[in-house]
């Protein structure tokens, strides 16, 4: 079945870029997602990406999607302690509309 | 407008017990999931609604999980029997669609003493 795998840390210094990275098996993934968990809190849907794309951009935020090598990255600019998270990769495949996640990456942002 | 809300937020029940979550989608959402998530880990698909199809039971670990959905509105995930395994937030999640964006609600934090 479909597996997606992302690194489980991340930590930078607040103004830096972050980089988070995802990987996934299913090359018909249709939609991409990017979501973000904070404590105590549900998923906040941040940004997704068609599988027809390449790049992304949403303020802070940039989706990169590599199909040839079934990779997915989210940059997050001039990164924030509030941006301080677990954020989760999900996929779509071309069976139904269920989300296959990854096992979340935490951000750690230091002052 | 209301997000997706479920209940209860919390519940702790004793082994070998049934238990019930509800959750209440988005307004005109078609489409109704319910996720897993372990602690420290992603979330693992159970059930999928979309309109007056049938749902896709895929994801359901075992034949003590068991969900409803009326028409297009609240589900319900129901687990017999339960066990510590089970301990886990249960999270919903609706959207307009099989292809639109899924929106969360806070999710249902079981825990099985």
């Known amino acids: 079945g479909e597996d997606v795998e992302q690194s489980l840390f991340l930590s930078v210094r607040e103004g830096d870029s972050s980089v988070i990275n995802c990987t996934y098996t299913d090359s018909s993934s249709t939609y991409l997602y990017w979501y973000k968990q904070e404590p105590g809190a549900g998923l906040q849907l941040l940004t997704y990406i068609f599988s027809n794309m390449d790049m992304k951009q949403d303020q802070r935020l940039t989706v990169l999607l590599n199909k040839k090598d079934k990779h997915l990255s989210l940059r997050i600019a001039d990164t924030q302690t509030g941006d301080s998270a677990i954020y989760f990769c999900?996929?779509?495949?071309?069976?139904?509309?269920?989300?296959?996640f990854g096992q979340g990456t935490e951000l750690s942002v230091k002052p | 407008g209301a997000g997706v809300s479920q209940s209860p937020s919390n519940k702790v029940t004793e082994k070998g017990k049934d238990v019930e979550l509800r959750c209440d989608p988005i307004s005109g959402h078609t489409a109704l999931y319910w996720y897993r998530q372990r602690l420290g880990q992603g979330l693992e698909f159970l059930i999928y609604f979309q309109g007056n199809s049938a749902p896709d039971k895929s994801g359901l670990p075992s034949d003590r999980f068991s969900a409803e959905r009326t028409g297009e509105s609240v589900s319900t995930l129901t687990i017999q029997r339960t066990q510590q395994e089970d301990s886990a937030v249960y999270l919903c999640?609706?959207?307009?669609?099989?292809?639109?964006?899924?929106?969360f609600g806070p999710g249902t934090r079981l825990t099985v003493t």
């Open positions: 999640a609706s959207s307009l669609g099989s292809s639109g964006e899924q929106y």
């Open positions: 999900a996929v779509k495949g071309n069976q139904g509309g269920k989300l296959i």
